[in-house]
T-cell receptor, first 114, second 110 residues
Framework: KAGVTQTPRYLIKTRGQQVTLSCSPI?????VSWYQQTPGQGLQFLFE???????NKGNFPGRFSGRQFSNSRSEMNVSTLELGDSALYLC?????????????FGPGTRLLVL | EDQVTQSPEALRLQEGESSSLNCSYT??????LFWYRQDPGKGPEFLFT???AGEEKEKERLKATLTKKESFLHITAPKPEDSATYLC???????????FGAGTRLAVHP
């Protein structure tokens, strides 16, 4: 069974631009979560989607947004990029059939903001 | 506020030298604790889930244990391929919101 896939794997943008990252979950998984990983802050939760609805949100500004499609694929968008947005963005998926579930991570998209 | 602290930050072992990594947590109500392994430039790879104090799980050279305040990842007779960053995370509240520790960077030398 294929794992979580993320595209693109690498991105270079300049300050003020916007970016869209894509995530395809493991087949059958209905929950998709997004995380930001930086050397200084580690792994931080951005938001989680289930059945096209945001169920949970972390402490990030409104410039960070996401959505989920009917096939469970998800996208996240960052508008008005800042230098501090440079990070590895990770997507994780799970079945969403239980109260506490194992999340399986994709390889990430490395974003560099210049 | 929920918090996860991992120690040590970095650990250097000789091949075959067993050791333990620590993950202490402060959460309002633990619903699950997860261990992941992350190699450079890759996403975290799932290792274990622990749900209640006293629970233990094993996989090859790794064994994870859980108490009411902390979890340990024991590495028995490690090999160089065990070198990675080991991440601990907890879920205490909302759906699938993992709170991660900073990780322990493990280096195993031949």
């Amino acid at each position: 069974k294929a794992g979580v896939t993320q595209t693109p794997r690498y991105l270079i943008k300049t300050r003020g631009q916007q970016v869209t990252l894509s995530c395809s979950p493991i087949s059958g998984h209905r929950s998709v979560s997004w995380y930001q990983q930086t050397p200084g802050q580690g792994l931080q939760f951005l938001f989680e989607y289930f059945s096209e609805t945001q169920r949970n949100k972390g402490n990030f500004p409104g410039r960070f947004s996401g959505r989920q499609f009917s096939n469970s694929r998800s996208e996240m968008n960052v508008s008005t990029l800042e230098l501090g947005d440079s990070a590895l963005y990770l997507c994780a998926s799970s079945w969403a059939q239980g109260a506490v579930e194992t999340q399986y991570f994709g390889p990430g998209t490395r974003l560099l903001v210049l | 506020e929920d918090q996860v602290t991992q120690s040590p930050e970095a650990l250097r072992l000789q091949e075959g030298e067993s050791s333990s990594l620590n993950c202490s947590y402060t959460v309002s109500g633990l619903r699950g604790l997860f261990w992941y392994r992350q190699d450079p430039g890759k996403g975290p790879e799932f290792l274990f889930t622990l749900y209640s104090a006293g629970e233990e799980k094993e996989k090859e050279r790794l064994k994870a244990t859980l108490t009411k305040k902390e979890s340990f990842l024991h590495i028995t007779a490690p090999k160089p391929e065990d070198s990675a960053t080991y991440l601990c995370a907890v879920v205490s509240g909302g759906y699938n919101k993992l709170i991660f520790g900073a990780g322990t960077r493990l280096a195993v030398h031949p």
